[in-house]
């Protein structure tokens, strides 16, 4: 195949971000729509997605490389037609599924991914706080078995880059529940809401890309409850807007962790590689101890979306 490339969406969309970052921001000022925004943490989100592109531009080429290497032991070639597009993009859909959850259920992952959650705040501003070390946890390893099937690495990429479009407008609280039929086969606002709150009942659920269909499927969909309106941030807030401590708190209380003394190597590994809150004395929690914590102190919650088990 000769040599290929495709334009960069998310960049081309750089003017689109922009335009609609101050549409929310009038329509909450001046509509009574809901959200807010706050300089200090806007400003963040706005250097970590800087960094982001930075981070990209200087490691990528490494995971692409690889990819392109992987792509000389492909069973099939889809070559770059449109449907070969859809079915990357379907695929990749599901890979972003399973990423996701993985990060969310292995510390090594979650290291990277936590700065995303990190803002107490749920705007459009919020979609661009975006990882500077999510190429270091390897997981570009699930684009692997696309390339192996026949789907060329810059395809896999240009696809990617619409599933980011459409993740950047549902970080919002202006748009409340869309047309059933929508909410019933997409990735909206409302569910992703539920992705990002704390409350004990939307812990580690809906982490679909676009389509909301893969959360239905594995038994990790939660519904938005307006009785239950989304609390934003992580269990433990940061309460610093200091864009290096955004970016690396998490891999420095990581290792701490791991290095710590007088502890057995199993542990060590455990520190890596358990959900966030995991502790080898038992003494943090993880999001099924929150989920149980909260059901035992509320009985007549138990077995509800998201607390059953």
């Known amino acids: 195949m000769p040599e290929t490339s495709f334009p960069n ?27 807010s925004y706050e300089t200090r943490d806007t400003l963040t989100s706005l250097l970590m997605g800087g960094g982001n592109v930075v981070a990209g531009l200087l490691l990528g080429v490494f995971s692409f490389g690889a990819l392109m290497w992987v792509w000389q032991f492909r069973f099939f070639d889809w070559g770059l037609t449109i449907w070969a597009g859809i079915v990357a993009f379907f695929l990749d859909d599901l890979r972003y599924y ?33 990882s500077w070390t999510g190429l ?48 019933l086969v997409m990735n909206t606002p409302s569910h992703h809401r539920v992705h990002h709150a704390t409350n004990p009942r939307y812990l580690d ?14 038994g ?7 009785e239950d309106r989304p609390r934003y941030g992580i269990v433990k807030n940061l309460g610093t807007f200091n864009p290096l401590k955004v970016a ?18 199993g542990d060590r590994f455990n520190y890596l590689f358990q ?23 509320n009985p007549s919650e138990a077995g509800k979306p998201g607390l059953g088990g």
């Open 9 to 35: 969406v998310t960049q081309l969309a750089i003017p689109f971000f922009i335009a609609a970052m101050l549409l929310e921001l009038a329509l909450i000022r001046w509509r009574s729509a809901r959200g």
């Open 220 to 226: 990790t969909f939660v519904p938005e409850l307006e």
């Open 205 to 218: 659920a809906n982490y679909a890309g676009t389509l909301i269909i893969w959360d239905r499927m594995f």
């Open 275 to 297: 959900p966030p809150g995991w502790s080898h004395d038992g003494s943090r929690q993880m999001s099924k101890d929150i989920k149980a914590e909260y059901v035992a102190l």
């Open 248 to 265: 690396f708190h998490e891999w420095i209380g990581m290792f701490k962790d791991a290095l710590q003394p007088g502890i057995s190597l």
């Open 136 to 183: 270091f946890t390897g997981m570009f390893v699930l684009q692997i078995p696309l390339v192996l099937l026949g789907f060329h690495p810059a395809l896999i990429l240009f696809v990617y880059g619409f599933n980011l479009l459409w993740q950047f407008w549902i970080h919002t609280e202006a748009v409340g529940t869309m047309w059933k039929p929508i909410e």
């Open 98 to 130: 399973w990423y996701h959850r993985i990060a969310h259920t292995c510390r090594w992952v979650w290291a990277e991914h936590v700065n995303h959650h990190s803002s107490q705040h749920y705007n459009l501003s919020t979609a661009l706080r975006q």
